[in-house]
């Protein structure tokens, strides 16, 4: 994780070395899990990146013949010269290696990323080779892999024939990575399973003798391993396939396990049930025709049952709730042929019984059914009912069109809506948005438009496989709006929830960058809740780098925001703030800027873009909004004053700047507030020459015991406001004196804001991380803003006119080279 490059490079060197010498070093498994993550990362440089997908080429995908090309350190090449020249051997190690590591991540997507990488032969980027020796080197690829996968399911024997000396627990661990294993060559290349499905079968009896977790884990891999694998079975593997137990196996998943494993089977059963090469009634069709009749007669049973299904027994709400799942995974993987479907006709749609169900009418009838109990009072049930709904709009989107025509899209996904009702809106969108994506990438979607009969040639031609995804995201645009609302809900589920659908909507091009950037640096506010914080500042990163000028542009516009967002949720003025406090070296609680990486990445490195920057957050302090009340001007005012005492400068003309214009907003402000408070309170008893009944209790009890108007408490509150902002500028350039070191007396006479840069002005940084910046004034209102409590106010006044009364000998006073004699 190094900054520098060549610094990665180097590590990775060492550890392939290490790893080739010594393939039995203990920790190999978290090295190579970590360089996995590391080559997919987006950020990732190219040269760091094809590094590492060559160490993998050398370790797991290469062959004696290919050492002899491989430029590595004599180290190296002769241990694994040696294990090469048995391919086999090779093989094996490899996979074992894979099973370790899958044994360790939390995900395989990272190795099915590498596979399918090494398949399209991007793990050699020699610009040497032609295209025709590119593809000699896929198919190498393609039969290494073949072995690879041969030994994985050696292994699956090994570990049947030692199953005894594994617990259960155990078992069902080392079962579960194998299979994770195979699922990722699988995904890549199905291919590469066609000739072992048939020793996986019996894994989906579920009568494994492992925990139940496991149990769950281990149908839901050869669930996934058969789906992957339909789309490459011919007639004859068909036929195998029906002469089994798979569609009882498959049905009885679905009744037994969770929702994930029920999802997983459905899937398998309805691709394996409507493939090509399937006869229309087999005996799949009719385990899942038999399956979709039972559930689909227990939800016509319970609809009419009770309105309020809370009021029901778990048992029975339970069995709403998986019939629901389940009818909406057959209606996600759908592939009818009628038009009034596909066309979304939804106001043709009718509501047919068990008996006169069959395969074409199933998203018709279940979308009538999965509306009705939409409309229940039972936030769960209209949660699983959603869910449903969106399975239908995953397979056929244009009933998504007329869903949200209606209204419903607004009511299920509105400030009104119950919370779990919301995030549930917002997953299922994400979902459909995400498995269309990989429909379209993974050319699922150009199979299934060319397997359709009625297909026109400009069609074939055109590639139409994407046009019913431009109906969704039409969707997206027409109410990201909300979306972004969202993102400043109270419950910080819908904030993540809708914060990782803008990310998939950013990804896709559905959204507007300079609509959804302010909303992103309104989270980074989110202190409590890192995950988000997170999530929108990898987000922020990734614009940066892709429009740095936007970002510079709207970072002023992005802290209101952020100071908005706050104000929102934590309404305490004493939570609002723009610093976070991280533990560092002794426990020692250090002050970071929440913008700080952002200033760091995109703003800091040019003098003109920082300055602007600066200017812009100065500028608040003496401009004022239209509908900007007192009572909003000073927290608002003490959060930018915040982000400018805990911006990480690198530049000492940066904080030069700052502390020269506050003398300057000071000198010309100043004087204006004194005079205007001078005159309000001059009918009160408070004159002109005596200014230093201010400071006396004088002042106080005019203040105290004036009978102020409505209109004139707000005016006195006004000019507090503006008082309150001197003193925070007064303290920003006193801390910035004590925080950096080189602001000196007589560096401060000499700065002008035009002069030529110094080169020893560059590379400073903050003396004491910990030394605090104190930017909070006591709350002068009520907790309804409707009462202002003057004597506050009064207090603050007197604070002002104090500290400004020294300002002439705090240029001196302050100077860092009296401080030090």
């Known amino acids: 994780n190094d900054e520098g490059i060549s610094v990665r490079k180097r590590v990775i060197k060492i550890f392939r070395d290490l790893i080739g010498l010594n393939p039995s070093y203990h920790e190999r498994a978290t090295v190579l899990m970590m360089l996995l993550a590391r080559a997919s990362d987006r950020k990732e440089d190219d040269g760091v990146r094809d590094l590492i997908y060559e160490t993998f080429s050398l370790l797991w995908f290469t062959t004696s013949d290919d050492l002899d090309g491989i430029h590595s350190s004599a180290a190296i090449v002769t ?3 040696d294990t090469a020249s048995n391919p086999i051997n090779f093989a094996r190690d490899a996979a074992r290696q894979m099973i370790e590591v899958i044994t360790l991540s939390s995900s395989s997507r990272h190795l ?19 295209a025709s020796q590119r593809k000699i080197d896929r198919v190498a690829a393609e039969k290494h892999c073949a072995k690879i996968v041969a030994c994985l399911i050696e292994e699956l024997v090994i570990f049947e024939e030692n199953r005894d000396r594994f617990s259960q627990v155990e078992a069902g661990k080392r079962l579960v990575s194998i299979l994770s294993t195979l699922d990722v060559f699988a995904e890549a290349s199905p291919s590469l399973l066609l000739g072992h499905y048939d020793n996986l079968l019996h894994y989906l009896k579920a009568d494994n003798g492992v925990p139940m977790a496991s149990e769950s884990s281990i149908v839901v891999q050869v669930c996934r391993i058969l789906s992957h694998l339909s789309q490459c079975l011919s007639s004859v593997n068909i036929q195998q396939i029906l002469h089994g137990d798979i569609a009882k196996d498959l049905v009885k998943v679905a009744y037994k396990f969770g929702i994930l494993a029920a999802g997983n089977a459905v899937e398998c059963l309805v691709k394996l049930a409507t493939h090509q090469e399937s006869e229309r009634h087999n005996s799949l069709m009719i385990a899942l025709m038999s399956l979709v009749r039972t559930f689909y007669s227990h939800l016509l049973k319970m609809k009419n049952k009770a309105q309020d299904l809370s009021k029901l027994k778990d048992k ?5 709730h998986r019939a629901l799942s389940v009818l909406g995974f057959i209606c996600r993987h759908h592939n009818g042929s009628s038009q009034t479907i596909i066309n979304g006709d939804v106001q043709d749609f ?15 009838s279940c979308y009538i059914i999965f509306k009705t109990y939409l409309t229940k009072r039972d936030t769960s049930t209209k949660c699983k009912s959603l ?13 998504m069109l007329a869903f949200e025509q209606e209204g419903t899209l607004c009511e299920v996904m509105s400030s ?3 919370p779990e009702l919301q995030i549930e809106a917002l997953q299922c969108w994400r979902e459909i948005l995400t498995n269309e994506e990989q429909r379209v990438e993974s050319g699922e979607a150009k199979r299934q438009m060319e397997s359709k009969a009625n297909i026109t040639t400009s069609k074939r031609i055109s590639g139409d496989q994407d046009g019913d995804a431009s109906l969704i995201g039409a969707c997206c645009i027409q109410h990201a709006p909300r979306i972004f609302a969202m993102t400043s809900s109270i419950d910080p589920k819908i904030r993540l929830n809708s914060l990782l659908l803008i990310e998939t909507l950013l990804r896709q091009g559905l959204v507007n960058p300079m609509e959804m950037i302010p909303v992103l640096f309104g989270l980074q506010g989110d202190l409590k809740h890192p995950q988000i914080r997170l999530c929108a500042h990898k987000l922020l990163v990734e614009e940066t780098e892709k429009r740095p000028d936007m970002i510079r542009q709207l970072l002023s516009e992005g802290i209101r925001h952020c100071y908005d967002f706050q104000n929102k949720i934590y309404k305490d003025n004493d939570a609002i703030t723009a610093v976070i406090r991280n533990k560092g070296p002794n426990n020692i609680v250090q002050m970071e800027c929440i913008f700080g990486q952002i200033y760091k990445d995109s703003i800091r490195n040019s003098r003109a873009h920082s300055i602007r920057v600066i200017k812009s957050l100065l500028n608040r302090f003496t401009s004022k909004e239209p509908d900007e009340s007192p009572t909003s001007r000073v927290p608002l005012l003490s959060f930018t ?5 805990y911006l990480p400068y690198n530049h000492l003309g940066d904080v030069l700047f700052v502390i020269h214009n506050i003398a300057t907003i000071v000198s010309l402000e100043s004087n204006e507030i004194l005079t205007n408070m001078n005159s309000f309170l001059g009918p009160y008893g408070l004159s002109d020459k005596d200014a230093s009944a201010i400071e006396s209790d004088k002042f106080h009890q005019i203040v105290t015991k004036a009978r102020f108007k409505k209109q004139d408490k707000m005016k006195f509150a006004e000019l507090c406001a503006a008082a309150n902002s001197i003193v925070l500028l007064i303290r920003l350039s006193t801390f910035l004196r004590e925080a950096y070191s080189g602001v000196t007396t007589n560096r401060l006479v000499e700065y002008h804001p035009g002069e030529k840069e110094r080169i020893t002005d560059r590379g400073i940084s903050r003396i004491d991380d910990t030394l605090t910046f104190h930017s909070k004034f006591p709350n002068a209102t009520s907790s309804d803003g409707k009462q202002i409590d003057l004597d506050v106010l009064a207090k603050q006044y007197i604070e002002f006119f104090r500290i400004y009364k020294d300002h002439d000998l705090f240029e001196i006073s302050h100077g860092k080279e009296d401080r030090d004699s």
């Open 79 to 81: 241990p694994l010269r």
């Open 316 to 320: 029975e709400r339970n069995n709403i």
């Open 641 to 645: 004053s915040e982000v400018l005492a």
């Open 112 to 130: 099915t990323t590498l596979v399918q990488e090494m398949l399209n032969g991007q793990g050699d980027k020699s610009e040497e080779k032609k």
């Open 416 to 418: 009104d809506a119950q």
């Open 387 to 399: 869910r449903a709904i969106a399975g239908i709009f995953s397979s056929y989107p244009r009933i």
């Open 350 to 364: 009718v509501e047919v019984s068990p008996s006169d169900l069959n395969w074409e009418n199933i998203p018709s």
